[in-house]
C-alpha cells in the first residue's frame, strides 16, 4: 500500500489566505467574537486613530493575544510571542500582527483596570444571554501564590538590621571608590554600579519599613501579598474571592484580597457580584469560613437569605455537651438566662470592643450548692454564659440553613464554587501569579475569570458558531 507523503514545496495556484487556515469549528473564533462585542472604551482602552509618533499597536488585537492566551495556559509574554510566529490560530487571532514579549507585556502592565474589567463585561453578556440569573450567589476563596518568596517577607525588626549592613556596605563602596579614583588601582566604573545598587536598595527598604505598621511583616519583593497557609504549605501570596452563579456556575466576579481569612469578605464579594451584575440577589451562600456575624448581618438587613453554617453546624456530628449554652433559657424581657435546675444569670458585663455580653449567676454560692457543680462548671463566681450583641441574627442564620431551602441551597455550593478554582488552576496553569501587587493580580485573574466563562458559554451555546452568532448580536456597557 502506497503512503502519502507531504511536499513542503508544492506551489498553489491560489494562495490560501490565514482566514482559510482556521475552521468555522475553531474555538479562536469563538474568543474573537467575544473580544469584539465588548465595548472596548467602557472596558477602559481608549482608542485613538489620529495619536501622532509610530503607530502603536491594535489594543482590541492585543486584548484578544493575551486573553485567548491565558485560555491556552499561555501567560508568559515570551510564549506569545513566539505563538504569534508559530501558532496558526495565534496568527489569525492577531490578523498576521507579531508583537514582541516587551510589546505584549507593555500592554498587560498598562492596561491592569481594563483587563480587570474584561470579566465585568463578560458576567453582564451572560446576563443578557440569560445563561446568569444572579438570583443564588455562591462565594468562595482560594489561595494563589504570588510573584515573591517566602523569606522576603520580614518584620519591622528584620528590615531595619538589612538596613545596617546595607548602609555599612554603602559606606565602605565610597571609601573604596575615593582610594581607586585617587590611585586608579581597580575598575571605578563597577563599584559605582554596585554603589548605585545599594542605594537603590536602600532607598526600598526605607519605603519598606515605612508601610509597615507596628510589627506586622511586609514583603520586599511584593509588598501587597500575604503568608497565606494552604493544603501546600505556608507560602507569600493572596486569598482570591470568587462568586459563582447557581444557573450554570459562571463566574460572576472573581477579586483577589490581601487578608488571611474569608470571615469579613461576604458582604463584599456579594457586593462586587451585584455591581456586575447590576441586579441584586436573593440568596447568598457559602462555607462556615465566612461566619461572621458582625459581616453577614447587613446582608440579612437587606432581605437577603445568607446560608452560611457557623463553626458547630460544619462538624458532621457536633457534639452537644449536657450544660452548653444550648441548655440555658433566654428571657428576653427580664434579659436574663435560666440555668437547668432553675437559677437566673444576670447581665454583667460587656468588655470593651466586644460584641459578647456577659451573664452571670447573682449568687455566686448558687454553683457551689448546686448537684451540678463540677459537671456545669468549676469556676468559684458560678457559671458564666456569653450571649452575642446580634444573637438574634446568629439564630436566624443557624434556623436558615438547618432549613430544607437552606439546605437544598448548600448541597450545591461545592459542586458549583470549587469547579472555576480547579480549571483556572489545573487546566489553565495559573497556581501562581506573574505579576504583582493588588492591582496586577486582579487584572490576571479578571482574564482568567473570563477564559472559564467563555469555555464554559461555547458549551451552553451549542458550540463556537452559536457563540459567534450569538456575539454578533449583542453590545455589552459597563457603568
Known amino acids: 500500500m502506497a503512503y502519502r507523503y507531504g511536499n513542503r514545496e508544492q506551489i498553489n495556484l491560489f494562495p490560501e489566505s490565514i482566514e482559510q487556515y482556521v475552521s468555522e469549528e475553531d474555538p479562536v473564533r469563538a474568543y474573537d467574537a467575544f473580544i469584539d462585542a465588548l465595548d472596548i472604551e467602557e472596558l477602559g482602552i481608549k482608542l485613538n486613530e489620529h495619536a501622532v509618533g509610530p503607530p502603536p499597536y491594535d489594543p ?42 516587551k510589546t505584549i507585556n507593555t500592554f498587560r502592565s498598562d492596561n491592569k483596570q481594563a483587563l480587570k474589567n474584561t470579566l465585568k463585561l463578560c458576567a453582564r453578556m451572560c446576563i443578557k444571554l440569560d445563561l446568569i440569573d444572579g438570583n443564588t450567589l455562591f462565594v468562595d476563596g482560594g489561595k494563589f501564590r504570588a510573584n515573591a518568596g517566602n523569606s522576603q517577607t520580614k518584620s519591622k525588626d528584620a528590615w531595619k538590621k538589612m538596613m545596617v549592613g546595607v548602609q555599612k556596605r554603602i559606606d565602605q563602596l565610597i571609601d573604596e571608590c575615593e582610594r581607586v579614583d585617587l590611585y586608579e588601582t581597580e575598575s571605578l566604573v563597577k563599584m559605582q554600579k554596585e554603589l548605585r545598587s545599594k542605594k537603590k536598595l536602600k532607598s526600598k527598604i526605607d519605603e519598606l519599613i515605612g508601610e509597615i505598621k507596628q510589627e506586622k511583616a511586609i514583603n520586599g519583593t511584593d509588598p501587597d501579598c500575604k503568608i497565606m497557609r494552604g493544603r501546600q504549605g505556608s507560602h507569600a501570596g493572596y486569598n482570591s474571592q470568587a462568586v459563582v452563579d447557581e444557573a450554570h456556575g459562571l463566574l460572576a466576579s472573581l477579586e483577589a484580597v490581601d487578608q488571611v ?5 461576604m458582604e463584599q464579594q456579594i457586593n462586587n457580584a451585584e455591581e456586575n451584575l447590576g441586579k ?22 437587606d432581605n437577603k437569605k445568607i446560608i452560611v453554617p457557623s463553626n458547630k453546624q460544619a462538624l458532621k456530628n457536633p457534639k452537644e455537651e449536657p450544660f452548653g449554652k444550648q441548655a440555658f433559657i433566654y428571657n428576653p424581657e427580664k434579659d436574663t438566662y435560666a440555668c437547668p435546675v432553675g437559677e437566673e444569670l444576670y447581665r454583667s ?20 450548692i448546686c448537684k451540678h457543680y463540677g459537671q456545669c462548671t468549676t469556676a468559684k463566681r458560678g457559671r458564666t454564659i456569653y450571649r452575642m450583641v446580634n444573637e438574634e441574627t446568629k439564630q436566624e442564620l443557624e434556623k436558615l440553613y438547618k ?5 437544598e441551597i448548600y448541597a450545591k455550593r461545592k459542586m458549583k464554587v470549587e469547579l472555576p478554582f480547579g480549571h483556572i488552576k489545573r487546566n489553565l496553569g495559573a497556581g501562581t501569579f506573574l505579576l504583582r501587587g493588588l492591582e496586577g493580580v486582579n487584572a490576571e485573574l479578571g482574564i482568567l475569570g473570563s477564559c472559564f466563562n467563555i469555555a464554559r458559554m461555547i458549551t451552553l451555546l451549542g458550540g463556537v458558531r452559536p457563540m459567534v452568532a450569538k456575539m454578533k448580536e449583542i453590545r455589552v456597557y459597563a457603568g
Open 280 to 301: 441584586l440577589c436573593e440568596n447568598g451562600c457559602a462555607d462556615a469560613g465566612y461566619h461572621d456575624i458582625d459581616a453577614l448581618k447587613p446582608l440579612m438587613e
Open 261 to 265: 481569612t474569608d470571615h469579613h469578605q
Open 403 to 407: 432549613s430544607k431551602v437552606g439546605q
Open 349 to 368: 458585663s460587656q468588655a470593651k470592643g466586644r460584641n459578647k455580653i456577659a451573664y452571670r449567676m447573682k449568687r455566686e454560692s448558687a454553683c457551689k
Open 60 to 101: 482590541i488585537a492585543m486584548l484578544k493575544i493575551l486573553v485567548y492566551g491565558y485560555s491556552y495556559g499561555w501567560r508568559s509574554s515570551r510564549k506569545l510571542e513566539r505563538a504569534l510566529n508559530h501558532n496558526v490560530s495565534f496568527m489569525w487571532l492577531g490578523g498576521g500582527l507579531k508583537p514582541d514579549f
